[in-house]
């Protein structure tokens, strides 16, 4: 069965280092894979989108990674700050279908 | 900078009733989104609409859904006979083109069935 999973405990982080958020899925070959950040009870937020013939894409403090042979995507943040804290969504799209598929998210927590 | 708006922030309705969730896409959007995450459980898909018709939708997205493109700038999503299971936050989307493009959600309605 297809999957997307991220990692389902909290990460915990201080102030001004860097976060890394995993996304690995199964039973995909996805065309893209973006990220959101979510907010409690507030709509996602896009933040990046990467393309299966991609490696690396960066925006300012934000890099994501996509290894299709892995079949996994990294986050990171760089010089995490407080307001970074959130939890953040891996979504892909398989190749054919044009329906974004969400996971489950994994929730960063910055400590000052 | 331009916002998805979504109508009513919170509703609360008895089981069996009807429902209807109103957004407002992006003017400049093509592509329409409706969404709905359970408390504690993942953003699941519903269904996508451009060009006035549906073009995907969920095994979520039975004959108690319904979509609509009213006019020119309201989307909305109509819930026949609610059940207690439909209780979620309810997520509207809008993107320039498909899903190749990044999605801009709305503010969420939060849906209670009693």
């Known amino acids: 069965s297809q999957k997307i999973e991220q990692n389902s405990e909290a990460l915990n982080i201080q102030e001004g280092k860097t976060a890394t958020l995993t996304c690995n899925y199964t039973n995909y070959s996805p065309a893209y894979l973006q990220w959101y950040r979510q907010d409690p009870g507030r709509g996602p937020v896009f933040l990046l989108l990467i393309r299966e013939n991609e490696k690396e894409k960066r925006k300012e403090r934000l890099k994501v990674t996509f290894d299709t042979t892995l079949k996994q995507s990294l986050f990171h943040i760089t010089a995490s700050q407080p307001a970074d804290s959130a939890t953040y969504l891996c979504?892909?799209?398989?190749?054919?279908?044009?329906?974004?598929?969400f996971g489950k998210g994994t929730m960063l927590l910055v400590s000052p | 900078e331009p916002e998805v708006t979504q109508t009513p922030s919170h509703q609360v309705t008895q089981m069996g009733q009807e429902v209807i969730l109103r957004c407002v896409p992006i003017s400049n959007h093509l592509y329409f989104y409706w969404y709905r995450q359970i408390l504690g459980q993942k953003v699941e898909f519903l269904v996508s609409f451009y060009n006035n018709e549906i073009s995907e939708k969920s095994e979520i997205f039975d004959d108690q859904f319904s979509v609509e493109r009213p006019d020119g700038s309201n989307f909305t999503l109509k819930i026949r006979s609610t059940k207690l299971e439909d209780s979620a936050m309810y997520f509207c989307?809008?993107?320039?083109?498909?899903?190749?493009?990044?999605?801009?959600f709305g503010p969420g309605t939060r849906l209670t069935v009693t």
């Open positions: 989307a809008s993107s320039v083109g498909g899903s190749s493009y990044e999605q801009y």
């Open positions: 979504a892909l799209r398989n190749s054919g279908y044009s329906t974004l598929t």
